[in-house]
């Protein structure tokens, strides 16, 4: 069993801003010397989530539209009362999609499909170097 941890971070734009991680989890797969297992990412910070998604303009705009319906920016929120921050929106955001991911490892790749990328999302309204901790586990 080899356990693998690796942690790294990322310069984002303010929310919402998505960048694609895949190259840095699979050069970090290919580090670990893990053939078959998984790797379980979580972004650090209560305004930052992971998922995948084909990463190209039409699909990243959906997306971005589609979290800005989910939890508009311009309504009001609870979290004001004990902030005054204005970014309410990007924690519940950020709880909707949620901060971690995992990935199945096979034959010592990613198991993604063709189109598929791992990316994180900044829901923060500054710009935020977001801490990603990156734990790989399996065999030989």
């Given at each position: 069993?080899?356990?693998?941890?690796?942690?790294?971070?990322?310069?984002?734009?303010?929310?919402?801003?998505?960048?694609d991680?895949?190259?840095?989890?699979?050069?970090?797969?290919?580090?670990?010397?893990?053939?078959?297992?998984?790797?379980h990412?979580?972004?650090?910070?209560?305004?930052?989530?992971?998922?995948?998604?084909?990463?190209?303009?039409?699909?990243?705009?959906?997306?971005?539209?589609?979290?800005?319906?989910?939890?508009?920016?311009?309504?009001?929120?609870?979290?004001?009362?004990?902030?005054?921050?204005?970014?309410?929106?990007?924690?519940?955001?950020?709880?909707?999609?949620?901060?971690?991911?995992?990935?199945?490892?096979?034959?010592?790749?990613?198991?993604?499909?063709?189109?598929?990328?791992?990316?994180?999302?900044?829901?923060?309204i500054?710009?935020?170097?977001?801490?990603?901790?990156?734990?790989?586990?399996?065999?030989?």
């Amino acid at each position: 069993m080899i356990i693998y941890t690796n942690d790294f971070s990322v310069k984002m734009e303010k929310g919402i801003d998505i960048v694609d991680i895949t190259p840095i989890v699979r050069d970090a797969v290919s580090k670990s010397d893990v053939k078959d297992g998984v790797v379980h990412l979580t972004s650090i910070g209560s305004t930052g989530s992971i998922t995948t998604i084909e990463y190209e303009p039409g699909a990243i705009a959906d997306l971005k539209r589609a979290i800005n319906e989910l939890a508009p920016p311009d309504r009001y929120y609870e979290h004001e009362k004990a902030w005054h921050d204005g970014n309410g929106h990007s924690h519940v955001q950020s709880a909707l999609l949620g901060p971690s991911f995992s990935v199945s490892i096979r034959n010592g790749r990613l198991v993604l499909g063709t189109w598929q990328q791992i990316v994180l999302i900044n829901h923060d309204i500054h710009p935020r170097e977001r801490r990603v901790t990156m734990t790989i586990i399996g065999t030989e």
